[in-house]
């Protein structure tokens, strides 16, 4: 069964950046449509970014040109790079599958905050 381990969260000010990893066991992953969503407290989680086996990418509205989604297969991880962070991106963010098949991981808390 596949695992996910997510990483890379933190505290940053409005405008900062923060790249996420999801490093996940076994190659099969490179097979999956690999996602990032997030969870505020008090929300539902959410679906921010996809990428595609063969590296298209879609986004949440909000988070558009913003954020980007990329993956190696070869480290069997995918990452998201976060830039001009505002304080709505306060969540706990995890990787799955698009759609969510796999088991959560824990996820990692990004806070945006001055």
């Known amino acids: 069964q596949v695992q996910l381990v997510e990483s890379g969260g933190g505290l940053v000010q409005p405008g900062g950046s923060l790249r996420l990893s999801c490093a996940a066991s076994?190659?099969?992953?490179?097979?999956?449509?690999m996602a990032w969503y997030r969870q505020a407290p008090g929300k539902q989680r959410e679906l921010v970014a996809r990428?595609?086996?063969?590296?298209?990418?879609n986004y949440a509205d909000s988070v558009k040109g913003r954020f980007t989604i990329s993956r190696d297969k070869a480290k069997n991880t995918v990452y998201l790079q976060m830039n001009s962070l505002k304080s709505q991106d306060t969540a706990v963010y995890y990787c799955?599958?698009?759609?969510?098949?796999?088991?959560w991981g824990q996820g990692t808390q990004v806070t945006v905050s001055s």
């Open positions: 799955n599958r698009a759609p969510p098949l796999l088991g």
């Open positions: 076994g190659s099969i992953f490179n097979l999956y449509v």
């Open positions: 990428i595609t086996v063969a590296g298209d990418t």
